[in-house]
C-alpha cells in the first residue's frame, strides 16, 4: 500500500528528528558548547566607581554548606541546606537582582557575575532535588535542550538572564580570559570546585589565578593513563579560549602546573583524549577515574 504525502511528510520530520537526537548523543556537550558572543550592554561599567557589593551572605552560605574533600573536589550539601538557609540564599540572589551593575568598576562587576552564576547554580539544584546530575534538570527552552541553562532565571537592570548569557555573551567576552573557567561551577565532579570564599573585587585575580593551579594540577583537569594525556573535556569544548588549538592548551596548562606536571607535558604538542565527569558534586558522589 503507499503511502500519503502526508505520511511520508511526518515520517521525515521523525527521521530528521532521530538523526538529530543521535548526533547529539553521540557528541555529547562538545557539539553544543556555546561560542563567547558578546551582549554589548554588558560592556558598560564605570572606572571610577568606589562602590561594592556585599556577598556575606554567600560567604556564610559556603562556610555552612561546602565540603572540601581529602580527593580535592569541593562538594556542596545540597540534601542538608535548611529552608531558612534555603531562603537566605534567595534572599542574596534577589539583592545582586537590584544592584545597578553596569555604575561598578570591572573588578567589582567580574566577583558580582562570578557569584551570581554560582548561587544561582546552587538555586536551581535545590529547587530540583533529587537528581545525579544536574543536567537532568531538563527546564531549558527547546526539544534539545540539556540542563537549565538557557532558561531565563534571574532579572538583571530589566533584562532577563540564562546562566548561558551569564557565562558565555558577559563574562567569556567581557573579559576574554581563561581562567574564568575555572570560576564558574556546574555543580559537578568534573568541574573547578566552588571556592571556598565569594569572589571579591581586591581578590578576584589571586582567585582565579589559584583556582587555575589547582584545577590544572588535579586529575580531573589533567591526567595520563597508559602514558595518553587525558585532560578535562573543558580544554576541548572551549578550545577557542585556550589557544585555540591543542598546543594553545597544553601552552596554558603550562603556565599554571607545578613542577612535576610541567617537565611531563614538556613534550607534549597536544593531548590525546578528554573526560568529564557530571555525577552532581554532592557528598557520597565519587568521581569516574581513579585519584
Same mark, same amino acid.
Given at each position: 500500500?503507499?503511502?500519503?504525502?502526508?505520511?511520508?511528510?511526518?515520517?521525515?520530520?521523525?527521521?530528521?528528528?532521530?538523526?538529530i537526537?543521535?548526533f547529539?548523543?553521540?557528541?555529547?556537550?562538545?557539539?553544543?558548547?556555546?561560542?563567547?558572543?558578546?551582549?554589548?550592554r554588558?560592556?558598560?561599567?564605570?572606572?571610577?566607581?568606589?562602590?561594592?557589593?556585599?556577598?556575606?551572605?554567600?560567604?556564610?552560605?559556603?562556610?555552612?554548606?561546602?565540603?572540601p574533600?581529602?580527593?580535592?573536589?569541593?562538594?556542596?550539601?545540597? $540534601?542538608?541546606?535548611?529552608?531558612? @538557609?534555603? !531562603?537566605?540564599?534567595?534572599?542574596?540572589?534577589? =539583592? &545582586?537582582?537590584?544592584?545597578? *551593575?553596569?555604575?561598578y568598576?570591572?573588578?567589582?562587576?567580574?566577583?558580582?557575575?562570578?557569584?551570581?552564576?554560582?548561587?544561582?547554580?546552587?538555586?536551581?539544584?535545590?529547587?530540583?532535588?533529587?537528581?545525579?546530575?544536574?543536567?537532568?534538570?531538563?527546564?531549558?527552552?527547546?526539544w534539545f535542550?540539556?540542563?537549565?541553562?538557557?532558561?531565563?532565571?534571574?532579572?538583571?537592570?530589566?533584562?532577563?538572564?540564562?546562566?548561558?548569557?551569564?557565562?558565555?555573551?558577559?563574562?567569556?567576552?567581557?573579559?576574554?580570559?581563561?581562567?574564568?573557567?575555572?570560576?564558574?561551577?556546574?555543580?559537578?565532579l568534573?568541574?573547578?570546585?566552588?571556592?571556598?570564599?565569594?569572589f571579591?573585587?581586591?581578590?578576584?585575580?589571586?582567585?582565579?589565578?589559584?583556582? $587555575?593551579?589547582?584545577?590544572?594540577? @588535579?586529575? !580531573?583537569?589533567?591526567?595520563f593513563?597508559?602514558? =595518553? &594525556?587525558i585532560?578535562?573535556? *573543558?580544554?576541548h569544548?572551549?578550545?577557542?579560549?585556550?589557544?585555540?588549538?591543542?598546543?594553545?592548551?597544553?601552552?596554558?596548562?603550562?603556565?599554571?602546573?607545578?613542577?612535576?606536571?610541567?617537565?611531563?607535558?614538556?613534550?607534549?604538542?597536544?593531548?590525546?583524549?578528554?573526560?568529564?565527569?557530571?555525577?552532581?558534586?554532592?557528598?557520597?558522589?565519587?568521581?569516574?577515574?581513579?585519584?
Amino acid at each position: 500500500m503507499s503511502q500519503s504525502p502526508k505520511t511520508r511528510s511526518v515520517q521525515r520530520v521523525f527521521i530528521r528528528a532521530a538523526v538529530i537526537a543521535l548526533f547529539l548523543l553521540v557528541t555529547g556537550p562538545a557539539a553544543a558548547a556555546p561560542s563567547a558572543e558578546l551582549w554589548p550592554r554588558w560592556q558598560a561599567h564605570d572606572p571610577d566607581a568606589t562602590r561594592t557589593v556585599d556577598h556575606s551572605a554567600w560567604g556564610a552560605f559556603l562556610a555552612r554548606y561546602r565540603e572540601p574533600g581529602p580527593d580535592g573536589i569541593a562538594r556542596l550539601d545540597y $540534601a542538608g541546606v535548611s529552608e531558612a @538557609h534555603r !531562603r537566605r540564599l534567595q534572599g542574596y540572589i534577589e =539583592e &545582586l537582582e537590584r544592584v545597578a *551593575i553596569s555604575e561598578y568598576d570591572r573588578d567589582e562587576q567580574l566577583a558580582y557575575w562570578l557569584n551570581l552564576y554560582n548561587a544561582v547554580t546552587v538555586e536551581v539544584v535545590l529547587a530540583h532535588p533529587p537528581v545525579d546530575s544536574i543536567r537532568d534538570i531538563d527546564i531549558s527552552p527547546g526539544w534539545f535542550s540539556d540542563g537549565p541553562w538557557g532558561a531565563e532565571l534571574v532579572e538583571v537592570e530589566g533584562e532577563a538572564l540564562t546562566l548561558n548569557d551569564i557565562e558565555h555573551r558577559i563574562l567569556r567576552p567581557v573579559w576574554q580570559d581563561p581562567r574564568i573557567h575555572y570560576g564558574v561551577n556546574c555543580a559537578s565532579l568534573g568541574c573547578p570546585n566552588l571556592l571556598a570564599d565569594p569572589f571579591t573585587a581586591d581578590r578576584v585575580d589571586q582567585q582565579l589565578t589559584a583556582a $587555575a593551579r589547582a584545577y590544572v594540577n @588535579h586529575p !580531573r583537569g589533567v591526567g595520563f593513563n597508559d602514558g =595518553e &594525556l587525558i585532560v578535562s573535556s *573543558i580544554y576541548h569544548w572551549f578550545r577557542a579560549d585556550f589557544g585555540d588549538s591543542e598546543a594553545g592548551v597544553i601552552r596554558h596548562l603550562r603556565r599554571y602546573a607545578g613542577d612535576q606536571l610541567r617537565s611531563r607535558l614538556a613534550d607534549r604538542s597536544g593531548y590525546d583524549d578528554h573526560r568529564y565527569d557530571w555525577s552532581l558534586n554532592a557528598p557520597g558522589n565519587q568521581p569516574d577515574y581513579a585519584q
